[in-house]
DNA sequence: CATAGTATCGTAAACGTTTACGGAGCGCGT
DNA sequence: ACGCGCTCCGTAAACGTTTACGATACTATG
């Protein structure tokens, strides 16, 4: 042994064990609530760890046992979405939480550079070893990510469902079922002329949606015109610009269904300008991602649900799956669609007289 | 044995070395672009390491170097906050991310979950060296958690001024300078009786900005008067409530001062229901966060910034302070008062006729 | 040829934890 | 006395890196 007695290098489970004339071994096991150590030392320990202030390190912890006890979110923090997302992400944050704390763990947002391939950025973070599972979000409708996690065994779920090879845990909104109902309602008024805005079809919601409203149509027996499509950013600008191009059809719909209740604002504008008044003229429909367009008159009819629950049951669904915690939480089912529920207001509450 | 094509799951710097038969502390030398290494040797140990994917395991390397090339952004995402800030954080993540991506530093953010004392929070992310510096938000007025990170030496900006002890470097928006223009301007359209709607002044902002409110009053030679001054909750509900308490002086304002531009969304709303019309019968002056309420009309007369920017301008003050970065970011100030820029509307572009 | 200098590389010691293992003390039954 | 089972604790070996230090081979110089 050739190192000589330096003083205190000021942190570590050394200086605690010093400090207390027990071993570090023990000061460990105390700290960690292992079996075999005497009552007595572990008050001991624990008292002074916290007077000391003593928190393991980290690294040296993981490096060790191979957990961090951190949970990543991973968010592509891209300009479009960041400007039309509203508070998204911290609300499916909030849910997450409440369920992690409970076991101790705690969760971190890891968003991707703009300017960064969200795939390489992943692999960074996952090769790191910085977190123990991952939440996915903003799911591509064929996503490597989901391999990339798969090879490398590494827990996850993700937020929002995707085609992608493998056979992995999800939770997503049941857009499938908006678009369903949204046409159901609105055939019961009497239209038969829907116009439709989702996303581009790559967005896996975008896809969904559009394929629910299809679907929906060959149901009631209604042609589906690819006229009726319109494919847009879903901000307020995008309702604009639906509320525009449907103007410009020459045999134009009665009833549109939006995908984000922001987009209503747009589109309730662009229609006002040409004099027409929604609820009375044009029917609108859409999802409500956040209660921002309260204010709209009239009032717009639309589908919610709580975000926040969406995170708690996508914190269940991963948590089900990694083996330290999968006996708490036993289910069957490792992919949820997540009901929205109808908030009915006057913007599509007149009946259509059949005409033509 | 330098070969065997198949690409098996790489366990570390060891089996890299092994597999290009050269020493782990080679490799180790080559992967990090320290000098003493042929360059041919690192040519091969890169393509090696790119081909089977190797990253370096962040516990061993932090471990060891004490440091882990990730910056911390500490959240509190409270109910209300989630509420109303709309993207403010995602927005502001997108400006120090463009800063930190030069420097190969990744941002993560912390976000402290509802239940627990962010003091606490805080602290158990520190010890666990977890983050090489932090971006602390949501000051308070008097904030421990500074302390706490001056102690633990952990370099830091603070999105935020505040009063705490440590001259900390930090930046801010400029609510002072907001207060004092908004009540120049509407002093100048005849106004003087002029109210203004603010947090508490517990959050510093919530002071602040009530205070250059009240020296500009005392520069303009108007009194003070406490009934002006509404502490509302910054939401489109606090709005409403702050038009609703207005109502109901009987010697009401002319004028009126929100900090959110969301807030007018409600006070417009409260207003209009009194059949007083904004723009006409009073006038309204906010700061606005996110382009959310153009739909308003009359269109609202606000301060608005780049928060984008504000983001940058952060990061570099962060950097500033920490003796591996600052030699690139020379700065004599260390504090920043974010400028905001008028952006005239309709809501109070009237000349108030003097009456009494 | 001897020596010094230089370029390149291997060796091993850290970094702070956790944990497998074994040992000391003790009580108790044979 | 002996063995056995407990309970508690200390020792030391990992975990994956980086890096100080020394070793080796080669080059240039005398």
Known sequence: MAHGGKTRPMKGIRQLAEHLDISIGTVSRALNGKPDVNEETRKRVLAAAEQLGYVANQSGRSLRQGTTNVIGLMIQSSRETVENSDNFFLTVTGGLQSVFSRHKLDLIMLPCPHDEDPYEYLKRMVARRIVDALIISETQRVDKRFDLLAKAKIPFAALGRSLSGTQHPWADLDFDGVANAAVDRLVAHG????????PSSDINLGFIFVDGYRRALER??????????IRAKSSEQGGYQVADELLRL?????????IYELMAIGFYRRVMEAGIIPGRDIAVVSFREAPRAKFLQPALTCFRTSVHDLGVELAEILLSSMPAYSHEYPRKARQTVWPLELIPGESDAFQLTVKK
Chains 1, 2 share one sequence.
Do not use: F, Q
């Open 191 to 198: 239209h038969r002329r829907i116009a439709v805005s989702a």
């Open 220 to 229: 009631h027996g209604i042609d589906y015109d690819p006229a009726l499509v």
């Open 250 to 258: 020459e045999n134009g719909p009665t009833a549109v269904i939006l």
